[in-house]
C-alpha cells in the first residue's frame, strides 16, 4: 500500500507563500490521478488541487490562480505551490492518490500525518 509523507508546511503572514511536498513510498509514475486535499477543525475535507500523470490540473475555486499543483515522477514527488495565502487558506494538508478526474476521490488507506498551513498575521 503506497504511502505518502507531506512536509512544507508552517506558519506564514497573509499575502506570502508556501510550497508543500508530497514524498510517495512507491513510484507515482503508476498513479494516474494525484490529489492535494485540506481539513480545518470542524470541517469537512476537502479537496484543492489535482493532477493526472497527462497533467491535466483542477482547482477548487477559492484557489484557482493562487495555488499550482505540480507533479515529478522521477522524484516519486509531487508539490503544491501555494501563494497569496490568506486565513481561510489555514489547514491540515493532505495528499493523496485519487480515483479520478471526475471524482477525486482518495484511497481511505493512503492517507498520511499531513502538514499544518496556517496563515495569520
Known amino acids: 500500500q503506497v504511502q505518502f509523507v507531506e512536509s512544507g508546511g508552517g506558519l506564514v503572514q497573509p499575502g506570502g507563500s508556501l510550497r508543500l511536498s508530497c514524498a510517495a513510498s512507491?513510484?507515482?509514475?503508476?498513479?494516474?490521478?494525484m490529489g492535494w486535499y485540506r481539513q480545518a477543525p470542524g470541517k469537512q475535507r476537502e479537496l484543492v488541487a489535482g493532477?493526472?500523470?497527462?497533467?491535466?490540473?483542477n482547482y477548487r475555486g477559492s484557489v484557482k490562480g493562487r495555488f499550482t499543483v505540480s507533479r515529478d515522477n522521477a522524484k516519486n514527488t509531487v508539490y503544491l505551490q501555494m501563494n497569496s495565502l490568506k486565513p481561510e487558506d489555514t489547514a491540515v494538508y493532505y495528499c493523496?492518490?485519487?480515483?479520478?478526474?471526475?471524482?477525486?476521490?482518495?484511497?481511505?488507506?493512503?492517507w498520511g500525518q499531513g502538514t499544518q498551513v496556517t496563515v495569520s498575521s
Open positions: 512507491t513510484s507515482i509514475f503508476s498513479i494516474y490521478a
Open positions: 493532477i493526472n500523470n497527462n497533467g491535466y490540473t
Open positions: 493523496n492518490a485519487a480515483s479520478s478526474t471526475l471524482d477525486w476521490t482518495p484511497n481511505p488507506r493512503s
